[in-house]
């Protein structure tokens, strides 16, 4: 069984707010000029993992299943001229790379995941294994931007949300701990966990004790 | 910090590029043929003619379901052993772009058939089922450094035990989706790329590319004897000047290169400015060892050029004999550059290294096991 503390936790809720509406409230949390480029997905995991401090030696996992929304919209209506700008910031891990360059803070590693039924999983499995690595903190972050017309046509998140909690090896300080346990029969009927619900379990900060992935028994508790 | 994975073997490894499997495609590149060919952009809606290297038989603009499932089958179909996505058999998917050429094939018909591909999850469940994989597979997306970090974790969760062995499958296939963002950067043209060439103007190709890697505690001709990541952060598009960020993912490595005789086989995608910096920080570091790349000839097969290359290294080794920096000619940004075949029997490691967007860099040493 995998073992870590939670020692800090960091949630966005923002809902079914647009996008210029979390661009406002946001313009005092980053650097002058930088909301105005950056995707709502990147401001909400930007402002999760903001108070983390993110130092070099982190180990950052992050966890989207679709990503950025907005951007691959707009990039696809604007063919036959392709935007530039868009294309770039449609790729996967652009919220926190959005985030971390306008701080110009570097990660030695980076894991970006991206998934759709057993994606919590994946994603705590990283990081629990990063922990293993050596690394002395682990950061896992996710989120999801709403979107509008791929939403339409049941390919985006229906909500934004974003969260950021730190892990380590230590109790000194924590507030939760999290285990992941590998023994659990493979044949047992896992419940339903999306990247959502993750977020729903951690944003309430419930208590939670459940097989989301095959052979992948997560346990949440807080102090 | 990136972990020495001494006790990981390569045991078994497949490509698929627009040459065929690693072999011809091995063939083809000591040979100094090149796959990229001028393409409209935008495919069916025309554009300008752009060098991209597609695999035979496949139509540029996606189908329902894609087209390119018909060659990675034939790749597919190599991947030794059963029960992949079982518990203790984990599969680790990796890609940049997945089926998001669908997304642009429903945006411009309006086909719904397009959207069962569209999203990564959607297309990795679609692949996943009809190759068979159970559903233990993980799915990283970090652009052109994607396959590296299959192998890193796929490399943890065998030094944890919670794996037999493990598969890292790697796929990109082109779209006007791709080609045509890479062409709006104003760095994909009408002239062929020449990677680590000094000259006037840069310019990338583009290519279709797949591979796997089946990784093992004990099994296998070769081992992963390190492997690095580091994030610069430092903009999107462009690294620190000084080369510091490439460096800083090169420096846990070097412990490990002490006192070896390697090749290196580099990102090289034919830009001026990243060419440049990444030659220049690999000699500075690795004095004399020759380094080459070979997306002037396959183009840059962006999620799974990690993989990929990888895999051809790894047959370049069994078979003494590795290409050159196909398409380049003089002068190179450094005398390391090696434009021709060249002997590799004397070498016992290669050092495989990838770039990519946002700073991201990855490197890895393979050596005989």
Same mark, same amino acid.
């Given at each position: 069984m995998l073992e870590r503390w939670i020692t800090a936790l960091h949630t966005e809720d923002p809902a079914l707010e647009e996008p210029a509406a979390t661009r406002d409230r946001?313009?005092?949390?980053?650097?002058?000029?930088? !909301?105005?480029?950056? !995707?709502?997905?990147?401001?909400?995991?930007?402002?999760?993992?903001?108070?983390l401090k993110l130092t070099e030696t982190d180990t950052l996992v992050y966890a989207s299943a679709f990503a950025e929304t907005r951007a691959i919209e707009g990039y696809l209506d604007s063919f036959p001229s392709a935007s530039p700008t868009l294309f770039q910031t449609s790729i996967h891990p652009s919220a926190v790379q959005q985030a971390l360059i306008v701080h110009q803070q570097p990660v030695r590693e980076f894991f970006p995941l991206t998934g759709g039924a057993h994606l919590p999983a994946q994603a705590i499995e990283v990081a629990l294994l990063a922990s293993g690595a050596g690394s002395r903190r682990v950061i896992l972050c996710g989120g999801e931007e709403r979107g509008t017309w791929l939403l339409e046509n049941n390919s985006a998140s229906d909500r934004a949300?974003?969260?950021?909690?730190?892990?380590? !090896?230590?109790?000194?300080?924590a507030i939760g701990r999290l285990t992941l346990d590998h023994a659990s029969d493979a044949d047992a009927a896992c419940v339903r966990f999306l990247l959502a619900d993750l977020f729903d379990v951690l944003h309430a900060r419930r208590p939670f004790d459940g097989l989301i992935a095959p052979s992948r028994r997560l346990t949440l508790s807080w102090s | 910090m990136s972990v020495p994975s001494t006790s990981i073997h390569?045991?078994?490894?497949?490509?698929?590029?627009?040459?065929?499997?690693?072999?011809?495609?091995l063939a083809a590149l000591l040979d100094g043929r090149r796959a990229l060919a001028p393409v409209p952009v935008l495919g069916a809606d025309g554009g300008d003619p752009v060098p991209m290297a597609l695999c035979a038989g496949r139509s540029f603009d996606?189908?329902?379901?894609?087209?390119?499932?018909?060659?990675?089958?034939?790749?597919?179909?190599?991947?030794? *052993?059963?029960?992949?996505?079982?518990?203790?058999?984990?599969?680790?998917?990796?890609?940049?772009?997945?089926?998001?050429?669908?997304?642009?094939?429903?945006?411009?018909?309006?086909?719904?058939?397009?959207?069962?591909?569209g999203t990564p999850h959607r297309c990795v469940d679609w692949l996943a089922e009809t190759l068979g994989w159970g559903p233990n597979v993980t799915t990283f997306s970090h652009a052109c450094v994607s396959a590296h970090l299959g192998l890193e974790q796929a490399s943890r969760v065998l030094a944890a035990n919670l794996a037999d062995e493990a598969l890292v499958f790697s796929f990109d296939f082109l779209s006007p989706f791709v080609a045509g963002g890479f062409?709006?950067?104003?760095?994909?043209?009408?002239? =062929?790329?020449?990677?680590?060439?000094?000259?006037?103007?840069?310019? $990338? *190709?583009? #290519?279709? #590319?797949?591979?796997?890697?089946?990784?093992?505690?004990?099994? #296998?001709?070769m081992k992963f004897v390190a492997q690095s990541l580091h994030n610069e952060m430092h903009h999107f598009t462009a690294n620190q000047a000084d080369g510091s960020g490439f460096s800083a993912c090169l420096a846990p490595l070097l412990p490990f290169t002490a006192g070896r005789r390697f090749w290196l086989k580099g990102h090289g995608t034919g830009t001026l400015e990243a060419g440049r910096l990444e030659a220049g920080v690999l000699a500075r570091h690795f004095p004399g060892f020759p380094l080459v790349s070979w997306k002037g000839a396959l183009g840059h097969t962006l999620g799974s050029c990690g993989l990929v290359e990888l895999t051809i290294a790894a047959t370049?080794?069994?078979?003494?004999?590795?290409? *050159?920096?196909?398409?380049?000619?003089?002068?190179?940004?450094?005398?390391?550059?090696?434009?021709?075949?060249?002997? $590799? #029997?004397?070498?016992?490691?290669? =050092?495989c290294t990838s770039n990519a967007f946002g700073g991201a860099h990855a490197a890895l040493l393979l050596s005989h096991a």
């Open positions: 946001f313009k005092s949390r980053f650097p002058r000029n930088a !909301t105005r480029r950056m !995707t709502q997905l990147g401001l909400l995991v930007g402002s999760a993992l903001e108070p949300f974003a969260f950021a909690l730190a892990l380590s !090896t230590s109790p000194d300080g | 390569l045991s078994a490894c497949g490509a698929l590029t627009a040459f065929g499997d690693e072999s011809t495609t996606e189908t329902a379901p894609p087209g390119w499932l018909a060659p990675l089958r034939a790749l597919t179909d190599r991947i030794p *052993g059963e029960g992949w996505g079982s518990p203790r058999r984990p599969v680790f998917v990796t890609s940049s772009n997945f089926g998001v050429g669908s997304l642009h094939a429903f945006r411009r018909t309006g086909d719904a058939a397009h959207l069962a591909y062409h709006a950067l104003k760095i994909l043209n009408a002239d =062929l790329p020449t990677p680590y060439q000094d000259r006037e103007t840069g310019s $990338i *190709g583009l #290519g279709d #590319g797949a591979a796997f890697a089946v990784l093992t505690r004990d099994r #296998g001709d370049a080794i069994r078979h003494g004999r590795a290409p *050159g920096t196909v398409g380049s000619s003089g002068p190179t940004f450094t005398p390391e550059v090696v434009l021709s075949p060249f002997e $590799i #029997g004397a070498f016992d490691s290669v =050092l």
